[in-house]
């Protein structure tokens, strides 16, 4: 199958495309896609929006520090702007590479662990990186949203207001709801899917609906992770 061809098919008919991917593993172009249309949004966001809005934001919807007076604040954010702004262009570059490693770790491990001895790493991996295409559509749309959006109003966490985030906008609401309602996402459950469609195609013996099983048990996980830490720290 010709790379435009799988690219296509995991939106349109995603199955030959993991049947594909199971007998040839392949990863080199998804993962050069979401890092490019990720750095694109980075440079837009900075643009557009800027680092030092988006920090004011943040201040809003936090109560520690809202105590702080306004001087306080101020200085906090000049400090930080600049970090920000310099780790985001790195996070960009990297973040996907390294978010496809992890993910296709841990599912490599739940479904080994559960009976799926002959599945190897090489296709974990191009499965997670083909499965999060959607995301990478996710961004390129949030591009077109930023630069439609009143640059005031724009919210990162949720650019195309497709999750449930829409629900804990408002000023003091505590972190752990921003935090659990932004993880149930239309392009989270597409892509739990497409991974649960992939696993169970190179998987012999195992059903989609396992599949889907087991990925949705570590997607819970992980919610209930970072839903955990937002409390703590929010």
């Not at 306080?72 to 960009?92: D, E, K, L, N, T």
């Not at 978010?99 to 991996?125: D, K, M, P, T, W």
């Amino acid at each position: 199958m010709r790379e435009l061809a799988r690219i296509v098919g995991v939106f349109w008919d995603p199955k030959p495309v993991f049947e594909d991917l199971a007998a040839r593993p392949r990863w080199w172009t998804p993962l050069i896609l979401a890092s490019v249309v990720s750095i694109v949004f980075t440079a837009a966001f900075s643009h557009r929006i800027g680092w030092d809005r988006f920090l004011e934001q943040e201040m809003r919807t936090s109560p520690r520090l809202e105590q702080l007076t306004p001087e306080q604040q101020q200085a906090i954010i000049a400090q930080q702007a600049r970090f920000v702004g310099m780790f985001s262009y790195a996070a960009a570059a990297a973040g996907a590479a390294l978010s496809y490693l992890a993910v296709a770790a841990v599912l490599l491990g739940v479904f080994r662990l559960s009976g799926a001895r002959e599945i190897r790493y090489r296709q974990a991996f191009s499965i997670t990186a083909y499965s999060f295409l959607p995301m990478v559509l996710a961004s390129a749309l949030a591009i077109v949203a930023m630069h439609l959006a009143d640059p005031e109003s724009f919210d990162v966490r949720n650019p195309l207001m497709l999750n449930a985030g829409w629900l804990a906008r408002g000023e003091g609401s505590p972190a752990w709801l921003r935090a659990l309602a932004g993880s149930v996402d239309l392009f989270s459950i597409w892509v739990m899917l497409l991974l649960a469609l992939g696993f169970s195609v190179t998987c012999r013996g195992l059903r989609f609906r396992g599949a889907l099983a087991r990925v949705a048990a570590v997607w819970l996980v992980y919610v209930g992770l970072k839903t955990g830490w937002a409390a703590l720290v929010g």
